[in-house]
C-alpha cells in the first residue's frame, strides 16, 4: 500500500538524516509543536492531567479516517508507559519510576493499548499494558480508576475496548476459577438501573456503586453501553442501521430484574440515553457536580458512537446533527482540543457522516493541525461508507513521493542540524 511504502520511505530517510548529518546535528532534537509542548504531543495545553488520554484519543481519530500519524506521535505515547506495563495521566520525566499504587491509572492505560495497537508496530509495549490490565482487575470483574479501587462503567468499559482492540474476548478475560470466574460483563452488569428503579432510570448505568445504592449517570451509561457490545472506540460497523430503535428493559409485569445479558444491557442503556436526548434537545448535558445547565458534549458524542456501534445509526444522527449545528456551541468546545476534536471524527466516523465536512468544519485537518505533522494523510472526503478516499501522493514507480521525500531528507541531512527548541524525544 502506499501509506506503508511511505512510512518505510520515511524511515529510510530518516537513517539516511542521521547518517549524512551526524557530523553536525546537535544531540536534541527540535520540538515539532508550539513552545514549551514535549516533541510529539498533541495539544497546547497543560498534559498533566490528560496528555496519555488526549494523545490516545487523537491518534485513533487519525487512524480511523486514514491519516497515519507522525511517528513522533506514536513514540511520546509509547514512551508514557511505565516498567509495569500501566499509563501514568502524563510523565514530565519519564526516566523516573511510576508509583504503581496511585500514580498509574486504568483508563489511560487502556486508552494507550487501543491507540498503539491500531497504529502498530509496538507490539512489546501493548503486551505489557494487556498485563497490567489483567493484573489488576478486581474480584467482581472490573476495573477502578486506579488499581486496587472500586470497580466503576468507564474504567472497564476502557479495558474492554483495549482487549477487543487487541483481538481478545472480554467475556474470557476473567477472575477467578472455573465457570465461577468473574468477567468485566459481570461487573457492567451490576451497575445498572434495573426495573426496580424509577422508570425514567431504567436502563441507565451508575459510575460506581456508593453505599449499595446506583445513581445513574449519563457518561457513565455511554461507555458501558458501548462496552456491553464488546466494543472500543473504533469498530467495523461504521454507518450501518439495523433499523430499529433501541429496546429499553422489560419489566411488563412489575418485574423487578435486570437486563439478562450484555447485548440486552447495552440496548437498555441506549434507549435510556435516546430517551434523555429526546427530552433535552438532542444532545446529554453536564451531569458534574455543580454545573450550570450547559451541554455535555464529549458525552453526546460519546452516546453517538455507542448507538451506532449497536447499528443505530438513524437513532444516532438526531444527536450527530445538532453536534454538527452551529447553534450547539460545539466547533468552540472543539477548538484546539485535540481530545474533544478527536470524541467528534470517531462519532462522525461510526455513524457514517463525513469528518472533513462536519457542520462545514474540517475536523481532521484542525486535529492534524493540533499536533506534528502525520506521516502521510488522506485527502478528501470520506466516502458514504465512512471510508477515506485517498489521495496518492506517490506513483507505484516510485519516482515521485517516496523517493523525493527521501531525497530532500538526505539534502537536509547535510544541514546545520535541527534547532535545539526541546526536550530529547525518549523511546521505551
Not at 445479558?261 to 437498555?268: I, L, Q, T, V, Y
Amino acid at each position: 500500500m502506499n501509506i506503508r511504502r511511505s512510512v518505510a520511505a520515511l524511515s529510510l530517510c530518516a537513517a539516511l538524516c542521521a547518517a549524512l548529518g551526524a557530523a553536525t546535528a546537535p544531540a536534541a532534537v527540535a520540538d515539532d509543536g508550539p513552545a514549551g509542548r514535549p516533541e510529539g504531543l498533541y495539544g497546547a495545553k497543560d498534559p498533566k492531567f490528560d496528555g496519555v488520554w488526549r494523545q490516545s484519543l487523537a491518534l485513533l481519530a487519525q487512524d480511523a479516517v486514514g491519516v497515519a500519524p507522525a511517528k513522533s506521535a506514536i513514540d511520546w505515547l509509547a514512551g508514557q508507559s511505565c516498567a509495569d506495563g500501566g499509563f501514568a495521566a502524563y510523565r514530565a520525566d519519564t526516566s523516573k519510576a511510576c508509583d504503581p499504587k496511585k500514580g498509574e491509572f486504568t483508563d489511560a492505560t487502556a486508552a494507550a493499548i487501543q491507540a498503539l495497537a491500531a497504529v502498530g508496530g509496538r507490539a512489546d509495549t501493548v503486551e505489557k499494558g494487556i498485563g497490567w490490565l489483567k493484573r489488576h482487575q478486581n474480584d467482581d470483574g472490573g476495573w477502578g480508576m486506579n488499581p486496587g479501587g472500586p470497580s466503576d462503567a468507564n474504567s472497564t468499559a476502557a479495558a474492554v475496548g483495549a482487549f477487543a482492540a487487541t483481538g481478545q474476548d472480554p467475556a474470557k478475560v476473567t477472575v477467578g476459577s472455573g465457570k465461577s470466574g468473574k468477567s468485566p460483563y459481570d461487573a457492567l452488569l451490576a451497575l445498572q438501573l434495573g426495573c426496580a428503579a424509577k422508570e425514567r432510570e431504567r436502563g441507565a448505568f451508575a459510575y460506581t456503586e456508593d453505599k449499595g445504592k446506583l445513581a445513574a449517570n449519563e457518561l457513565a451509561t455511554a461507555s458501558a453501553a458501548l462496552a456491553a457490545q464488546g466494543k472500543g472506540f473504533v469498530f467495523e460497523t461504521v454507518g450501518k442501521d439495523s433499523g430499529t430503535d433501541p429496546e429499553p428493559l422489560g419489566c411488563a409485569g412489575g418485574g423487578k430484574g435486570g437486563a439478562g445479558s450484555p447485548k440486552d444491557a447495552a440496548e437498555a442503556a441506549l434507549a435510556h440515553l435516546s430517551r434523555v436526548m429526546s427530552d433535552t434537545g438532542a444532545h446529554l448535558k453536564s451531569a458534574l457536580p455543580g454545573a450550570e445547565d450547559q451541554p455535555d458534549f464529549g458525552g453526546t458524542a460519546d452516546a453517538v458512537v455507542a448507538l451506532a456501534a449497536a447499528e443505530h445509526s438513524a437513532t444516532a444522527s438526531k444527536p450527530l446533527q445538532w453536534l454538527q449545528s452551529e447553534d450547539s456551541g460545539t466547533a468552540a468546545w472543539a477548538k484546539g482540543d485535540p481530545g474533544a476534536l478527536a470524541k467528534l471524527i470517531l462519532a462522525a466516523h461510526a455513524a457514517g457522516a463525513n469528518p472533513r465536512d462536519f457542520g462545514g468544519a474540517d475536523l481532521v485537518q484542525q486535529l492534524n493541525a493540533a499536533g506534528p505533522k502525520p506521516e502521510t494523510a488522506a485527502q478528501g472526503a470520506e466516502s458514504s461508507d465512512g471510508k477515506s478516499e485517498e489521495k496518492k501522493d506517490d506513483d507505484d514507480g516510485g519516482v515521485g513521493g517516496v523517493w523525493w521525500t527521501v531525497g530532500v531528507c538526505a539534502v537536509a541531512g547535510m544541514g546545520i542540524g535541527f534547532l535545539i527548541s526541546g526536550r530529547k524525544r525518549r523511546q521505551l
